[in-house]
């Protein structure tokens, strides 16, 4: 579900990191009208805090997600 990450801090950048192997799992910020293709290996830097978004669902495998403020 749509969200912002009310526990970081409020000016940093988080890491987002994916493995496994998996299909789908796109992060949709809707502030920004963009769709970032979550691919396992991907690090994504996000000022979470400040920007609501979702993880679309995943499929075809394992996902295993990590953050890191």
Do not use: C
Not at 33 to 48: D, E, Q
């Amino acid at each position: 579900p749509l969200h912002p990450d009310s526990t970081d801090p409020p000016t940093a950048w988080v890491a987002l990191v994916t493995l496994g192997k998996f299909k789908g799992g796109s992060l949709f910020i809707p502030r920004l009208n963009l769709v970032l293709y979550y691919k396992p290996g991907t690090i994504i830097f996000l000022h979470g805090h400040i920007l609501p978004h979702e993880v679309w669902a995943f499929h075809d495998g394992q996902r295993v997600s990590y953050m890191d403020r």
